[in-house]
């Protein structure tokens, strides 16, 4: 950068009021600032050449030391991650670059706010959506964990909630990564959310997360902290050595199931606490079953599990459930709705979630379809819109998904592998049936 340009002053500097934010970092186009910590500055600002807006976070250099300064292993640990977490509940990591005064990471910009609006006890959330919440930054996690990651931070702060209802996990400026050789910072994290080994500097692992999630699950529901003391040295001896209350002593409404699950979240022996991200996600499921909210359009967390018990999903990774839950629409019919109409036209893709359906043609049943199987699906492989050769019809009150065929071919390449294999096996399937029944003749 040369001298006189706006991005060549020190955006830290810029943005703490004695100059305004700069115009410029790097190739991005600086549209303001969205919010400052002791490490570092966060700007909103516009990728020009990708056409949309990101979120900078930069990190001041101090004069006599350079990149080696306090915050060095901030700015490295998140510049590790660019381009290699790629989960739907995930702020990106897009890019990151090392200038003379200062560096910078690059991230999605989450339009939106931090889970810490819904922290306090005037602004609580439902139940029902605390369990959403929890249950998507517990999939976050466990695919982070999967890829040698431990955020170490996770608190209200860092959850961000995407406009209209999302979720994201940001700032992984601590966090520890597996394939990395450098010593990671110590006695670093938000005390009140940390685990009792994170706070004895003890090795950790993916239960640490499970610890402080946990923790948050308790201030959403309550809005407060599990532990509260008037001193650093009083907070730390409770986490030690004290066990967290009831939620249902700061909230006596709270339905059941509730404290079971953060209880086992936060024991301290970690042979009592749950052992993977897969245990934990499991009773948050039969929790959000228990407690959705009596609405058509039921939680996403009862949508994923739901599509990921489905046999036509059974090979795909949670990154695809969750694109294909995305882009599919969810019915309840009546008995005898027909869904299907032999020789109508079509444009979508059905996966059958409760009750049966009969496939029938020129009024003579074929088959019965049960809860997994699909139908309409030989659209995906036609260039045009067909015609439908069967109908189907509701033979009780049905339950269905419905994924319209060009949203499918817009899908990612990986989510688009997983449902051609997941076709060709039914069509397998459902050829060797038919080969089954002509010799049984």
């Known amino acids: 950068m040369t001298a006189g340009n706006p991005s060549s002053r020190n955006p830290a500097q810029s943005a703490s009021g004695a100059d305004s934010p700069p115009q410029r970092i790097g190739k991005y186009e600086v549209a303001g600032e969205l919010g400052r910590g002791t490490a570092a500055v966060v700007y909103r600002a516009r990728d020009p050449f990708a056409r949309r807006d990101v979120a900078i976070k930069v990190f001041p250099h101090k004069e006599s030391e350079g990149l080696q300064g306090r915050y060095r292993s901030l700015f490295l640990t998140e510049a590790a991650l660019v381009g ?14 090392v200038e003379e005064t200062f560096s910078y990471v690059v991230m999605d910009y989450v339009r939106g706010h931090a889970l810490v609006d819904h922290a306090a006890a005037s602004n609580l959330l439902p139940p029902e959506k605390v369990v959403e919440v929890i249950f998507k930054v517990s999939r976050a996690l466990e695919y982070m964990h999967r890829h040698g990651v431990i955020h170490r931070d996770i608190k209200p702060a860092n959850i961000l909630i995407a406009e209209p209802f999302d979720v994201k996990v940001t700032d992984f400026g601590i966090a520890m990564l597996a394939d990395v050789t450098r010593t990671n910072l110590m006695n670093v994290g938000s005390p009140a959310y940390m685990s009792p080994e994170q706070l004895l500097e003890e090795p950790l692992t993916h239960q640490t997360d499970i610890y402080s999630l946990g923790v948050v699950m308790f201030q959403l529901l309550t809005g407060r902290l599990p532990f509260t003391a008037s001193s650093y040295p009083a907070l730390i001896y409770q986490i030690l050595h004290h066990e967290p209350p009831p939620a249902r002593t700061f909230r006596p409404d709270l339905p059941d199931g509730f404290d079971e699950i953060m209880e086992r979240a936060m024991q301290k022996d970690l042979r009592v606490r749950y052992q ?43 990154v695809e459930i969750w694109e294909a839950m995305r882009i599919a629409s969810w019915y309840r019919m009546r008995e005898s709705t027909v869904i299907i109409r032999e020789g109508d036209t079509g444009d979508a893709i059905f996966f059958l979630v409760e009750g049966e359906v009969e496939v029938s043609r020129a009024g003579k049943p074929l088959a019965a379809l049960k809860p997994g199987d699909c139908f309409g699906e030989m659209l995906y492989f036609t260039d045009d819109i067909a015609s439908r050769t069967t109908t189907i019809t509701a ?12 949203a499918l071919s817009d899908a990612s390449d990986a989510c688009q592998v997983q449902f051609n294999k997941a076709f060709m096996r039914v069509m397998i399937d459902r050829l060797t049936a038919a080969n089954r029944k002509l010799s049984e003749r």
């Open 276 to 318: 993977s991200w897969m245990e934990f996600g499991a009773d948050l499921a039969v929790l959000a079953r228990h407690h959705d909210a009596p609405r058509e359009d039921f939680s996403d967390t009862r949508k994923f599990h739901t599509l990921k018990g489905l046999s036509f999903f059974r090979d795909f990774r949670e």
């Open 395 to 406: 033979k009780r009150p049905v339950q269905v998904v419905e994924i319209k065929a060009a």
């Open 84 to 97: 290699k977490l790629s989960h739907p509940h995930i702020v990106h990591i897009l890019d990151a670059a």
